[in-house]
């Protein structure tokens, strides 16, 4: 057993050294050491020594620490070493044909509109237009172009129904000894945390620990939690430790450090080199007009323009997903998502895999809703390449699960099972009588989870959620907070007796709290 966690633990280490050889930081470390050769301080006979203590007074030691655990973080424990990459990407074949056949749907979607429209997937913008795009890049909302000929290529109830129709095909008829009572509507077997493990996994939420977020906590008065908080918070600003600095948002991030506490966990530096890829970005927007930017446009349009919260940034969301749609960089998540980037072919020469590019470049064909990933992240950074790169990192991070079907315990088809687990077991009454009345619970909270909550709540409260996704590098919380809001709002539901009723009663969460919900139905539930 200790040979397989060696043998484990070299291979992580491997993996790391191979992926950081590439980063720009490894050429700013090799700079700094050949730079420190001419150091008094740095002797022949101890040379090796010197350097490493030079890189750690000098801060760098600091940042590649950071660096790796950015690593560890986002990529999965190496697998077998005989383990083919599709096992990397999903175990579980079933996930991985039903993955298959959705996007086979999207792809169908999007050529059908592309036929109808006789549009192009892409094309090169005439002088006239890239120079008038590039005038009025900073105003872009103010452009109505007509996209009432364009239609979302998939909205998130689309996506439901293929998740209930998920089977593991191991399991004969239903025949699923342990799984057999569960009344929800997603169908698959797998792991996911009962409360217990719940209550153990988020203990910083606990009823005993300070919180930001809780206005009346009796064990700890709230403005003396705060100022310590706060004090504890600058102090890991200035040391400038991710690690840390994802402990320390368990318990909520003020508002003032939010944005460098979260570029500092998500290993974001927005260093001149990043500034010019931004730049090179939105050079290729301005170049090439593709499909998907009618679908971008259409979907800000249709979502965030209609929010009091956000319509403020529509320019802002124009630009980041414009960008991100060109960013071939966002490729590489793709080796540990079930997902597999789209291929187009050029004119002609279709089936020929010399000539197959992958579109959009990025690999992620946006559906209705989006746009509200990036929409909460501008409240926190108003420089565009610091935004951008951020989203792109949440993004590939946690984002991209709540729209690809996996077995990973934070993809969407766990959320899904956790949510209806916790209603089932700890809510039997309503989850029945939701049922009886032909509104089964998920059907009203899966348009929450899929979009993180974003749009529901108010943006201070989301914040306050997304510091602990990011505190705890887990989108579970998602379900927690879903069965939250039906435990609040039981009374009510209760007394509904159709699927119209229900929705109407969970219509509007803006005045929710998330901090109270989540520590009453954790840890005020009995279990």
């Not at 096992?87 to 086979?104: C, D, F, N, T």
């Not at 706060?230 to 400038?240: D, F, K, N």
């Not at 990933?373 to 991209?400: D, G, W």
Request: proline share 6%.
């Amino acid at each position: 057993m200790m040979l397989e966690e060696d043998t484990g633990l070299s291979l992580a280490i491997a993996q790391i050294v191979q992926r950081l050889k590439g980063s720009s930081l490894h050429s700013q470390l090799e700079r700094q050491a050949r730079g420190s050769l001419h150091k008094p301080e740095i002797k022949l006979e101890s040379l090796k020594e010197d350097i490493k203590e030079f890189l750690k007074t000098s801060g760098w030691e600091k940042r590649l620490q950071n660096a790796v655990y950015s690593e560890l973080n986002v990529f999965p424990s190496p697998c077998h070493p005989a383990a083919p990459p599709e096992h990397i990407k999903e175990p579980l074949v079933y996930m991985r044909k039903a993955q298959g056949s959705w996007e086979k749907r999207i792809l169908k979607s999007l050529n059908s509109m592309c036929t109808e429209l006789s549009i192009p997937l892409a094309r090169k913008r005439p002088i006239g237009e890239q120079k008038e795009l590039l005038n009025k890049w900073n105003e872009m909302g103010t452009d109505e172009p007509d996209l009432t000929l364009f239609r979302p290529v998939y909205a998130p109830k689309d996506f439901l129904e293929v998740l209930m129709n998920l089977r593991n095909p191991n399991y004969e008829n239903g025949d699923q000894p342990s799984f057999r009572n569960h009344l929800g509507l997603i169908q698959v077997p797998l792991k996911v945390k009962d409360i217990p493990e719940l209550k153990d996994y988020f203990s910083e939420l606990g009823l005993n620990t300070g919180q930001l977020g809780i206005d009346d906590s009796t064990q700890v008065p709230p403005e003396l939690f705060e100022n310590e908080h706060v004090r504890v918070g600058q102090t890991v600003l200035t040391e400038q430790d991710s690690a840390a600095a994802q402990q320390y948002v368990r318990q909520g991030c003020p508002t003032a450090l939010r944005a460098e506490l979260w570029a500092l966990i998500l290993n974001i530096s927005n260093q001149p080199e990043d500034i010019l890829y931004y730049e090179q970005l939105k050079s290729n927007v301005i170049q090439h007009d593709l499909l998907v930017d009618s679908l971008i446009y259409k979907d800000v349009k249709l979502t965030a323009s209609n929010d009091d919260y956000y319509f403020v940034f529509e320019d802002y969301l124009y630009q980041v997903l414009l960008c991100f749609s060109r960013d071939t960089s966002v490729l590489e998540h793709f080796s540990y998502n079930s997902a597999t980037p789209p291929k187009s072919y050029i004119r002609g020469k279709l089936g020929m895999e010399e000539y197959a590019v992958f579109y959009p470049p990025n690999g992620v064909i946006p559906f209705h809703g989006f746009s509200m990933y990036v929409a909460p992240l501008c409240f926190l950074y108003h420089e565009p390449s610091k935004l951008y790169q951020i989203f792109r990192e949440m993004y590939v991070r946690f984002f991209f699960r709540l729209h690809s079907i996996s077995s990973h315990p934070s993809g969407i088809v766990s959320l899904c099972l956790l949510f209806e687990t916790l209603l089932q077991t700890h809510l039997p009454q309503l989850f029945y009588h939701l049922r009886e009345i032909g509104a089964q619970p998920l059907r009203i909270s899966f348009k929450w989870m899929v979009r993180a909550f974003s749009g529901y709540l108010a943006t201070d409260q989301l914040l306050l959620l997304w510091d602990r996704i990011l505190g705890y590098n887990s989108l579970e919380i998602l379900a927690v907070l879903a069965a939250a809001v039906f435990a609040f709002r039981a009374v009510n539901l209760m007394e509904v007796t159709s699927l119209a009723a229900a929705e109407a009663v969970l219509a509007d969460l803006s005045t929710l709290k998330v901090m109270p919900l989540l520590q009453i139905f954790l840890f005020a539930t009995v279990s």
